[in-house]
């Protein structure tokens, strides 16, 4: 994926997290990672849409168990309101299993829309689904 998107510039450690919305199935591994493309916000939730269905990815059930889930947290400090992305991630600061890696590489950035760091988002997290690190990266 990284060539059709852009340079990964940071990653997270991967994490082992408890399921989110669907709770009655396998845990999941997450991990964030902070890219630099030269791809418009739209191009790149195509691009990774198209990655997700080359690696099995069928939309069943809403926050159901999947291959791969790519979501798109942030587009640098800009607000997106369209009919297929919304940016900042909707529903970022509600899921620990997203802040925790995010905090890991970026704790200072600030989100546009609610002004708080990733590190204060985590702090007022809510939410309390177990996030532990996965293997060694």
Not at 41 to 52: G, K, M, S
Request: glycine share 8%.
């Amino acid at each position: 994926m990284e060539n059709a998107v852009g340079e990964v510039v940071a990653r997270s450690s991967r994490y082992e997290t408890a399921p989110w919305g669907v709770t009655n199935q396998p845990a999941f591994l997450n991990q964030v990672l902070c890219l630099a493309t030269g791809l418009s916000p739209e191009d790149l939730l195509l691009a990774t849409q198209a990655t997700e269905r080359q690696l099995g990815r069928e939309r069943e059930e809403k926050w159901g168990a999947r291959t791969i889930d790519v979501d798109i947290l942030y587009y640098g400090d800009r607000q997106i309101h369209s009919e297929r992305l919304i940016v900042p991630h909707p529903y970022l600061p509600e899921r620990r299993f997203t802040l925790v890696p995010l905090a890991e590489i970026a704790p200072d950035f600030v989100h546009p829309a609610l002004g708080l760091t990733n590190r204060q988002l985590l702090e007022k997290c809510a939410d309390t689904g177990e996030v532990r690190r996965f293997g060694r990266g």
